[in-house]
C-alpha cells in the first residue's frame, strides 16, 4: 500500500516545522502534541546548536495497537514484533513519529495518561529525531548511549519510577550493575544509561556529549572522551553514591 493510502483516513494539523495526523476521536490530543514538539524542537535547536531549521516532523496519533504496528512496520519500516509489546507507546524514523494516541493507552498499553509524562515522552523521541540528524552513524550508536541521552535530556529521570526507581534500589542494596553489562542488555540501557549520560556531561560538559553526538562514528563513546571503561566506571560508581545517596536511602 502507498503512503497515500496508508494515512487517506488521518486529518492533518499544520504549523510551521510540524505537522500531526489524527482520528476525529483523538483531535482532542493534536494541540498538547504540536505543543510539545514545537517546545521540543525549540530546545533540541538551541541544546545542538543547529546551523539552518531543524525539518518539519510528522507526528501521527493512531487509534489502536494494530494501527501502531502497521505503520511502525509499513510506514516507518522498523521491523518490530507484531503484535508489540504494551509498553511501545511511541517510535521515531528520521523526522517522522508514531505515536499510539492516549485515548488508546487503557486498552493498548500498560500506561495512564498523564499529560506532563506525555509531554516528556515527545522529548524523549524528539531526542532521537535529533541524534539521527547530527549523527554521522546512528546505526552503529550504542543503545545504552542513545536511551540514556534521551531519558536525560526529557528529565524522565527526575519523575519517571522506570528510570529512576531501579538505580535508587540499586545504589540502596549495593548492586550497582557494571558498564560491559549495561552495554550488552536492553533492560538495563534504559534503565542505567541515562546515569552514564549526566555523569559524563558532570565531569566534561555539554560540548563533549554534542562531540559525541555529531562525531562518534563507531560508538565508542569512551573513547570519544579519551578514558578506559574501567577508570569511567570508577568515578561514575563513587558520582552515583554521592549524587543519589540521600533518595537511595529514602526508598
Not at 507484531?82 to 487503557?106: C, G, H, I, K
Not at 536525560?152 to 542494596?173: C, H, I, M, T
Request: aromatic share 14%.
Amino acid at each position: 500500500m502507498s503512503e497515500e493510502g496508508m494515512l487517506e483516513s488521518y486529518s492533518w494539523f499544520n504549523d510551521e516545522n510540524i505537522k500531526v495526523g489524527f482520528t476525529e476521536k483523538d483531535r482532542k490530543f493534536v494541540n498538547e502534541t504540536s505543543v510539545a514538539l514545537r517546545e521540543a524542537i525549540k530546545f533540541f535547536s538551541e541544546y545542538f546548536p543547529l546551523q539552518k531549521s531543524f525539518p518539519q516532523i510528522r507526528a501521527i496519533l493512531v487509534p489502536d495497537r494494530k494501527e501502531y504496528d502497521h505503520l511502525v512496520k509499513e510506514l516507518l519500516k522498523v521491523d518490530i514484533e507484531r503484535p508489540s509489546e504494551p509498553n511501545r507507546v511511541a517510535q521515531p524514523q528520521r523526522t517522522d513519529l508514531v505515536l499510539l494516541a492516549p485515548s488508546a493507552y487503557s486498552t493498548d498499553s500498560i500506561y495512564e495518561y498523564s499529560v506532563k509524562e506525555y509531554k516528556r515522552l515527545i522529548f524523549h523521541e524528539t531526542t532521537h529525531m535529533f541524534e539521527e540528524y547530527l549523527s554521522p552513524n546512528i546505526e552503529a550508536s550504542p543503545r545504552w548511549w542513545g536511551e540514556g541521552l534521551a531519558v536525560y535530556l526529557s528529565e524522565q529521570w527526575k519523575y519517571e519510577d522506570d528510570f529512576r526507581a531501579p538505580v535508587l534500589e540499586g545504589l540502596r542494596n549495593k548492586n550497582i550493575p557494571k558498564i560491559k553489562e549495561i552495554q550488552k542488555d536492553v533492560k538495563l540501557s534504559y534503565q542505567w544509561g541515562w546515569t552514564i549520560v549526566k555523569y559524563i556531561d558532570y565531569c566534561y560538559g555539554r560540548k563533549t556529549i554534542l562531540n559525541i553526538v555529531a562525531n562518534c562514528v563507531d560508538g565508542d563513546v569512551f573513547k570519544m572522551i579519551g578514558e578506559t571503561i574501567r577508570s569511567f566506571e570508577r568515578g561514575w560508581k563513587k558520582y552515583l553514591q554521592k549524587e543519589f545517596l540521600t533518595s537511595a536511602d529514602s526508598v
